[in-house]
C-alpha cells in the first residue's frame, strides 16, 4: 500500500490535496482502490453541488461492487474530473495523480489524518 | 457455441405459431416498419438445439449444489409447476368476467391469508413483480402514510451497512434520501448509531433479519421501539424469512410492511428474466395505501375491488404473475403448518453444520451460531497464499459446485457467503465441504492453479473488467 506524504485521509479512503485554504482536490487513495479492485465506472456530482462531510457525492463501481464516495470537506465542487469519470481504472493505476473533484470555498474540513495515522489506520482495519 | 443468428440460413423456416383465428387487420401504412425485422431463419429442430446448448452451459438448483448467500437457492418442488398447469389455472385471461374464475381469486385470497399469517400481516399485495418492487411498493406506502398525516419533512430511510442494495436504490426511487447507519462490532445493528440517526425527519427504516450476516437482530423490539418513537415505520425486507418462518412472525417483532421474495422462501424459480412476485404485507392501519385491484370476498364471492380511495394506485397491468403466487402457495400447503417452521430450521441446521466444518480452516468473520447463512472471509488465506475469495469461487466452477456469494457483505473483506438452504442433504453438504477443504490445502501448495481456475468450464476465467467497461448488448449483423 502506497500513501502520499504531502495529502489528508480521510477514514472513508479519499485524499484530500489542499490547492489552498479553501480549495482542495478529493480522490480515493491506494488501499481503496486495492480493496475494491478494477474499476469500470463513477457516479459523479455536477459542477456547482454542495458536498459536505461524511456525506456521499458521488458512487464508484468495481467488479466486485458499488461504493459511496464520502466528501472529506463542505464545499462546492467547482470542477469535475472528466478523463476519470471516462477512464476510472486510472485510480488502480495512479490513485493520487487521479482526482476526482475538485471544491472550492470550503467552509469546514472533517476529521483527516496524516498520512502516517492513515497507513496505521487501515493497517488496523485489516 | 453459436449465437441464434449464426445458425440463421435466409428461406429456413418453422411453423410453431397455430394459424390465426381473427380476422387480420391490416395497419395503416405509417403504422408498418419501414424495415423488415431481421429475426433468425431457422427450422424448429435448430431452435430446440439452440435451447438445448444454452441450458447445458447454464448451472441450476438442479445441476449441482448452489449455496449463493442471500438468494435461499431451495429446490423448486416438481409439484408446483404441475399446480400452476392446471388447464383451470393456466387457461384464462385476466379481463376474464369474475365469475368465471372464482377458483383463480380464491386462490389468491388463500394466498392472502397464510402469507400474512406467517409475516404477521392483516393485509397482502400479490402485484409487485418482483422483490425491489414490492420494495418500491412499501416506500410508497410508508411516503404515504406519512403525507396523510401532514408530516412531510420525513425524508429519510435508514438502512444498515449490511442491507442489500436494492434497500438505498428503491428508497431513493421513492423519493427518499437514504441514511446508512454502520454495524457494531458483533456485525448487528449498533443502537447508539440508530438513535443518533433517526429523529423527526426520519421516514422509516428497512431491516432484513435475520441480517445477511446470518445473524439475528436480537434487538429488534429495541430496534422497533426507537423506530416508531422517532415517528418512522419498519419496514422488513424479506429476503432472509427463509430461518424464521413460521417461527418468528416479523409483525409480532414491530415491523409495519413487509415484501416476501417468494422465488427464495417460497420456492418458485429464480430470475431468467421469467415472471417473478414481491408480495407486499402491511399492517392494518396502512392497508388503505395498498396497490389496487386488491381480492376481496363477500358471502363466498370472490372479486377485485378498486374503490379505495386513498390507494397508492397501481404498481403493474392486472394482479400480479399469478401462477408465481400459485406456485407458492402450493409449496406453503404442500409443507403445511408443521412443515414451514421445520423447512426453517433445517435451513438453520444446515447452515451451522455447513460452518462448524469449515472453521477450522476459513475464518468466520462474525463466529457463533448462525442462521440460514454465514459469512467466511478468505482474507487470512490471501495474505498466506494469494488466493483470493474470487480465484476459491472460481475453482468450485470445476468441481460442478456453484460458488458461494462472494465480496459481500461489504463490511467484511474477502467475504464468502455461503447459504446451504434446507433442501440440502447432510450427505451434499459434507461432498461441498470435502471440496472446500481441498481447495483450502491446494491454495497453499498451488496457488497457482488457483488463479487459473475454472479450467473444465465452456468458457475460462471471463474478462469482467472489459465486459462492464466495454459491453457488446446487442448482436452485429453488419
Known amino acids: ?126 | 457455441m453459436k449465437l441464434i443468428f449464426e445458425r440463421s440460413t435466409p428461406g429456413l423456416s418453422c411453423e410453431v405459431l397455430p394459424p390465426c383465428d381473427v380476422e387480420p387487420y391490416e395497419l395503416k401504412p405509417e403504422q408498418r416498419r419501414g424495415q423488415e425485422l431481421r429475426l433468425p431463419e431457422v427450422t424448429e429442430g435448430e431452435i430446440s438445439r439452440h435451447y438445448t446448448q444454452l441450458e447445458s452451459q447454464t448451472f441450476g438448483v438442479n445441476s449441482g449444489y448452489y449455496p449463493l448467500g442471500s438468494c435461499t437457492m431451495k429446490y423448486n418442488p416438481k409439484i408446483n409447476d404441475e399446480i400452476a398447469g392446471l388447464p383451470g389455472f393456466s387457461d384464462i385471461h385476466p379481463l376474464q368476467p369474475a365469475h368465471t374464475v372464482q377458483g383463480c381469486l380464491e386462490a389468491l385470497h388463500l394466498a392472502e391469508r397464510l402469507f400474512c399469517e406467517i409475516t404477521g400481516m392483516d393485509n397482502m399485495t400479490f402485484q409487485p413483480a418482483a422483490g425491489a418492487h414490492g420494495e418500491l411498493a412499501g416506500l410508497i406506502m410508508i411516503k404515504k402514510y406519512h403525507d396523510s398525516r401532514q408530516d412531510e419533512k420525513r425524508n429519510k430511510i435508514i438502512v444498515p451497512d449490511t442491507a442489500h442494495g436494492t434497500n438505498p436504490a428503491s428508497a431513493t426511487m421513492a423519493g427518499f434520501t437514504s441514511v446508512s447507519i454502520s454495524s457494531g462490532s458483533d456485525g448487528l445493528v449498533d443502537l447508539e448509531a440508530l438513535k443518533a440517526a433517526a429523529g423527526e425527519d426520519t421516514a422509516g427504516l428497512m431491516l432484513t433479519n435475520p441480517n445477511t450476516l446470518g445473524l439475528f437482530e436480537k434487538n429488534i423490539v429495541e430496534i422497533a421501539e426507537i423506530v416508531h418513537k422517532a415517528g418512522g415505520l419498519l419496514y422488513y425486507d424479506g429476503a432472509n424469512l427463509n430461518p424464521v418462518m413460521g417461527i418468528v412472525r416479523p409483525g409480532d417483532t414491530g415491523f409495519d410492511i413487509v415484501h416476501l421474495n417468494l422465488h427464495k422462501t417460497f420456492s418458485t424459480p429464480h430470475g431468467g428474466g421469467g415472471p417473478g412476485a414481491g408480495p407486499v404485507g402491511c399492517k392494518a392501519f396502512l392497508s388503505k395505501f395498498l396497490p389496487v385491484p386488491r381480492v376481496e370476498e363477500k358471502d363466498g364471492k370472490f372479486y377485485f375491488a378498486s374503490d379505495y380511495e386513498d390507494t397508492m394506485g397501481s404498481m403493474k397491468a392486472f394482479y400480479g404473475n399469478f401462477l408465481i403466487v400459485l406456485r407458492a402457495l402450493t409449496y406453503t400447503l404442500t409443507l403445511g403448518r408443521k412443515g414451514i417452521p421445520e423447512a426453517a430450521k433445517s435451513a438453520v441446521l444446515n447452515a451451522n453444520y455447513m460452518m462448524k466444518s469449515l472453521e477450522d480452516l476459513f475464518q468466520v468473520a462474525f463466529p457463533g451460531r448462525c442462521m440460514h447463512e454465514f459469512v467466511l472471509t478468505a482474507e487470512p488465506l490471501k495474505k498466506k497464499t494469494g488466493v483470493s475469495a474470487l480465484d476459491i469461487a472460481k475453482s468450485l466452477l470445476d468441481h460442478e459446485m456453484h460458488p458461494p456469494t462472494v465480496y459481500f457483505p461489504q463490511i467484511v473483506h474477502e467475504a464468502l457467503m455461503i447459504e446451504p438452504t434446507d433442501t440440502e442433504s447432510k450427505q451434499s453438504i459434507d461432498e461441498a465441504v470435502k471440496v472446500y477443504r481441498q481447495l483450502y490445502e491446494k491454495a497453499c501448495t498451488d496457488p497457482e492453479a488457483l488463479h487459473q481456475a475454472p479450467v473444465k468450464t465452456a468458457v475460462r476465467r471471463l474478462d469482467e473488467v472489459t465486459a462492464a467497461r466495454k459491453p457488446i448488448l446487442r448482436y452485429n449483423f453488419d
Open chain 1, 1 to 126: 500500500m502506497k500513501v502520499d506524504k504531502d495529502i489528508k485521509y480521510s477514514k472513508t479512503h479519499e485524499w484530500v490535496k489542499f490547492l489552498d485554504d479553501t480549495t482542495a482536490l478529493i480522490g480515493l487513495t491506494d488501499y481503496a482502490q486495492e480493496q475494491l479492485g478494477d474499476l469500470v465506472f463513477i457516479n459523479m456530482p455536477a459542477e456547482g453541488d454542495e458536498v459536505s462531510c461524511d456525506t456521499p457525492f458521488g458512487d464508484i463501481e468495481s467488479v466486485k461492487a458499488v461504493s459511496d464516495i464520502n466528501s472529506p470537506v463542505d464545499g462546492i465542487v467547482a470542477e469535475v474530473n472528466e478523463e476519470i469519470a471516462e477512464n476510472p481504472e486510472n485510480i488502480n493505476s495512479d490513485p493520487y495523480g487521479s482526482w476526482i473533484i475538485k471544491v472550492s470555498n470550503i467552509t469546514e474540513i472533517c476529521d483527516l489524518m496524516d498520512a502516517d495515522s492513515y497507513e496505521r489506520f487501515c493497517q488496523e482495519e485489516a
